[in-house]
């Protein structure tokens, strides 16, 4: 015989004053990652000679993709990923990537979409990259792929973030 446990609702209130140190650290966590990917738009964008030279910038007419990918060549999938460096639509959509996914993880709305996209665009970056030159599977794309994954499952928007603002709360797409 099955023994069913009759728990009360928990309303957003609920949850809001439920916070725990693991929820602050899911946060920074998100905050952190969508740092990450805002930071690489940013550089990549106007060339702060970080990883991209100002030469190289792509308002200054260079290509966000072209390195990364024209690099990926001679791997395993690198005829794939060669042929779409420097193609205006595949810059276009790797830059509003970054961008959405950076601006979603730091402010806290959209994590479930951001963590969705981010790990589509963390896995074709490392399948770009196989074999891998210093280990057989694991890579920094596929951790951070794993903390995305755990991000959305948390809610960890909700936290250090606007995902406690009423039209986030109303809609689930938003969280």
Request: glycine share 14%.
């Amino acid at each position: 015989m099955a023994t069913t446990i009759n728990r009360p609702a928990m309303d957003v209130t609920t949850v809001q004053a439920a916070r725990t140190p693991v929820d602050y650290v899911w946060a920074v966590a998100r905050i952190a990652i969508g740092w990450i990917f805002l930071w690489a738009f940013l550089d990549k964008t106007f060339g702060w000679g970080f990883a991209t030279p100002a030469g190289k910038a792509w308002i200054a007419g260079g290509s966000p993709t072209t390195g990364f990918l024209k690099g990926a060549g001679e791997n395993a999938l690198g005829g794939l990923f060669s042929n779409l460096a420097g193609q205006a639509w595949v810059d276009w959509l790797f830059m509003a990537g970054l961008a959405g996914i950076g601006l979603a993880l730091v402010l806290g709305v959209g994590t479930r979409i951001a963590a969705v996209a981010g790990t589509l665009m963390l896995t074709l970056m490392w399948a770009a990259e196989l074999p891998l030159a210093n280990n057989p599977f694991m890579d920094e794309h596929i951790i951070y792929a794993i903390v995305l994954i755990g991000l959305a499952m948390t809610g960890a928007g909700a936290t250090l973030g606007l995902g406690n603002l009423p039209i986030v709360r109303r809609n689930a797409w938003l969280r």
